[in-house]
């Protein structure tokens, strides 16, 4: 069976560098993404979600918080503003990041540029806190 490279590479380095995937699952801002080997060349923007890397019949989940997706034939680079392994997420600080988003969405009339901030926020606690209960 055909496998392919696939890196997560964040401003603060590598988080997932494998060789031997099987399928990359992603959403990207044009619907969901399935690549297996030898995928078309593309490269489409990410939304906060969940990325799924298939490798000898286990399934590595990681929440990414946007970015981008690079594939090539026999690799896919993904590279996000955040990404997290989901065995890597506390979900206690997940949980209180998303209290406080709400919190702040919830407030008193705020600058667009704040909602804008606290709405990132809120997405990015709650994709962080799914991941970790799949």
């Known amino acids: 069976m055909k496998t392919f490279t696939v890196s997560v590479v964040t401003p603060d ?35 906060i979600n969940a990325v799924r890397i298939k490798k000898d019949n286990n399934t590595q989940i990681l929440a990414v918080s946007g970015g981008f997706i690079e594939v090539r034939p026999d690799q896919v680079t993904i590279l996000a503003q955040a990404a997290e392994l989901a065995a890597d997420i506390n979900v206690d600080r997940a949980k209180a990041a998303k209290e ?9 009339k705020q600058e667009d540029i704040d909602f804008k901030r606290a709405q990132y926020a809120l997405d990015r606690a709650i994709n962080r806190i799914n991941v970790t209960s799949r």
């Open 13 to 47: 380095g590598p988080v997932y560098e494998e060789t031997g995937a099987e399928m990359v699952s992603a959403k990207a801002t044009s619907g969901e993404l399935g690549i297996l080997p030898g995928h078309v060349p593309l490269v489409a923007p990410l939304t």
């Open 100 to 108: 406080r988003a709400e919190k702040r969405l919830q407030g008193s």
